[in-house]
């Protein structure tokens, strides 16, 4: 565990006042019961209602629904990891020694929790304009690649690709179950009449592998 934050603030675009919101926001409940969870909370708040405002404000013509696809995109789990990993929030997690055996620093739900923690403890040490600041910042390219096709999951794409050329829709089968109680992993494969082979996806529950498995038929089918 990393606890030299210079390059860390450096990648907010943030120096923390009172360094101990940034401690506790980057210590996993696994530690104690001084932990992030409470700041996970309000930074998942604070994450959902930024976006929203700042979708709202690019996209005049949008209806709402497309605004809450758009914004399901952006604030969803595996948006977040990739947040995480490009401010290498893994070597500076507190963590368990359960989970650190067991290689926490990188499992996404963990990251993901930890990236909303950081922007609650961020708004907590400074003000919304700050916070916002910082998460239009980490936010921006994410914000700027926003297509028709981001909207939409890999399950949802597929299944109007299939319709489109009058084919039945995909069949998801579980093929395994394997990992620990705390940390499965599902291994799922995905059937559709106009490939030779099933594709398979991986998750940590079964909607992320199908969807996974679906992503991968697209890729295969070249639908971009």
Same mark, same amino acid.
């Given at each position: 565990?990393?606890?030299?934050?210079?390059?860390?603030?450096?990648?907010?675009?943030?120096?923390?006042?009172? %360094?101990? &919101?940034?401690?506790t926001?980057?210590?996993?409940?696994?530690?104690?019961?001084?932990?992030?969870? /409470?700041?996970?909370?309000?930074?998942?708040?604070?994450? *959902? *209602?930024?976006i929203?405002?700042?979708?709202?404000?690019r996209? !005049?013509?949008s209806?709402?629904?497309?605004?809450? /696809?758009?914004?399901?995109?952006l604030?969803?789990?595996d948006?977040?990891?990739?947040?995480?990993?490009?401010?290498?929030?893994?070597?500076?997690l507190?963590?368990?020694?359960?989970?650190?055996k067991t290689g926490?620093?990188?499992?996404?739900?963990?990251?993901?929790?930890?990236v909303?923690?950081?922007?609650?403890?961020?708004?907590?040490? *400074?003000?919304?304009?700050?916070?916002?600041?910082?998460?239009?910042?980490?936010? %921006?390219?994410?914000?700027?690649?926003?297509?028709?096709c981001?909207?939409?999951?890999?399950?949802? /794409?597929?299944?109007? &690709?299939?319709?489109a050329k009058?084919?039945?829709? !995909?069949?998801?089968?579980?093929?395994?179950?394997?990992?620990?109680?705390?940390?499965?992993e599902f291994d799922?494969?995905?059937i559709?009449?106009?490939?030779?082979?099933?594709?398979?996806?991986?998750?940590?529950?079964?909607?992320?592998?199908?969807?996974?498995?679906?992503?991968?038929?697209?890729?295969?089918?070249?639908?971009?």
């Amino acid at each position: 565990m990393n606890q030299d934050y210079r390059y860390l603030n450096k990648a907010l675009a943030y120096n923390f006042k009172q %360094q101990d &919101y940034l401690t506790t926001a980057l210590t996993h409940r696994s530690v104690g019961t001084l932990n992030n969870e /409470r700041l996970e909370f309000l930074g998942d708040a604070l994450l *959902s *209602s930024i976006i929203a405002d700042e979708l709202f404000k690019r996209f !005049p013509e949008s209806h709402e629904g497309d605004l809450t /696809r758009f914004r399901a995109s952006l604030v969803k789990r595996d948006t977040l990891v990739k947040i995480a990993q490009r401010l290498e929030l893994g070597q500076y997690l507190l963590l368990g020694g359960g989970e650190l055996k067991t290689g926490g620093e990188q499992r996404a739900s963990i990251l993901a929790d930890a990236v909303e923690a950081i922007i609650a403890a961020v708004y907590l040490d *400074s003000n919304m304009m700050t916070c916002q600041s910082m998460v239009l910042q980490l936010w %921006q390219d994410f914000l700027n690649n926003l297509s028709p096709c981001t909207i939409k999951d890999p399950k949802t /794409r597929l299944q109007e &690709y299939l319709q489109a050329k009058k084919q039945p829709l !995909p069949n998801y089968r579980v093929l395994a179950i394997g990992g620990t109680p705390h940390a499965q992993e599902f291994d799922v494969e995905c059937i559709i009449s106009v490939l030779a082979q099933p594709t398979h996806g991986n998750g940590e529950n079964r909607r992320r592998a199908e969807q996974s498995a679906a992503a991968q038929a697209l890729r295969v089918l070249n639908v971009e």
